[in-house]
């Protein structure tokens, strides 16, 4: 965001079209949860570029409305009635994606799912089934550690090593088969994969007998990936060639689809 002067009115001056005192207040919310969801006055105006007095006004308000609430040591942390916005933008999420989905059930015959990055954690949102009968594991609301997932890969193949060893030292890395990766340099390694090929591979890692293909959907307003699903037979290395083009080429279109959206 540009600096601003103090005395700049931030109440309602559109900026570029839009309402500056919300463009402002939402930028500081964005900010906030890029620093872990807890933050001082002085590092939001450090990042933003924004005097004290206006940053602090904002606050006042967003507090006043339960979407920040300040802390006994008077920094500001991220409020609960955000929780509600974001359980419902994440089941819209995975409305608009099932199309996606849906498409890719048709080219490749398996299991289509999207997942995303919540915390620590992977949230399955959407999910379409094969017309195969055998039962993935996944299924939408399902929440598990991201060191077993092609998805979990996928989203933290984008995330620096340093900021990976700290997921994982805080979620522990049980084993889920015995081909789950249990260490972290084991996983840093994957994701080393993941950058190089442009996919991720889950092979047995969270079921027995499953393989899973995932990439990351580019520019998504929050880190998300989308997977195909099937057994172990059916999505061979071969297979892998076919399925991984047309898992990158849908995973576009969502973005430029999730884009077009917020416009």
Not at 11 to 28: K, Y
Not at 86 to 101: D, F, Q
Not at 108 to 125: C, K, P, R
Not at 182 to 196: P, Q, S
Request: net charge negative; glycine share 8%; charged share 20%.
């Amino acid at each position: 965001m540009p600096t601003s002067s103090a005395s700049t009115t931030d109440s309602a001056r559109p900026s570029a079209g839009g309402v500056q005192s919300l463009e402002r207040a939402f930028d500081l919310l964005e900010r906030m949860a890029d620093a872990g969801g807890e933050v001082g006055l002085s590092e939001l105006s450090a990042s933003s570029g924004l005097p004290l007095p206006t940053i602090h006004r904002l606050m006042r308000t967003l507090v006043a409305c339960g979407y920040v609430r300040q802390q006994p040591n008077r920094r500001y942390a991220l409020g609960p009635r955000l929780i509600r916005l974001g359980e419902s933008a994440s089941r819209l999420l995975g409305t608009w994606a099932r199309p996606y989905l849906a498409r890719l059930v048709d080219e490749t015959g398996e299991t289509a799912n999207m997942a995303l990055l919540d915390g620590d954690e992977i949230v399955y949102v959407a999910q379409v089934p094969s017309k195969h009968s055998m039962r993935m594991f996944t299924e939408v609301g399902r929440r598990v550690l991201p060191h077993s997932t092609g998805v979990g890969k996928a989203l933290l193949a984008g995330f620096p090593d340093e900021e990976v060893r700290s997921l994982l030292s805080r979620t522990g890395m049980p084993a889920a088969t015995e081909k789950t990766i249990t260490t972290a340099d084991g996983f840093l390694a994957a994701l080393d994969d993941v950058r190089r090929l442009g996919y991720a591979v889950d092979d047995n890692e969270q079921e027995l007998g499953v393989r899973c293909l995932a990439v990351s959907v580019p520019d998504s307003p929050t880190a998300a990936a989308i997977s195909i699903s099937g057994p172990a037979g059916r999505v061979t290395e071969a297979a892998t060639d076919r399925i991984v083009p047309v898992l990158q080429q849908v995973a576009a279109e969502l973005s430029e689809a999730l884009a077009s959206s917020g416009s």
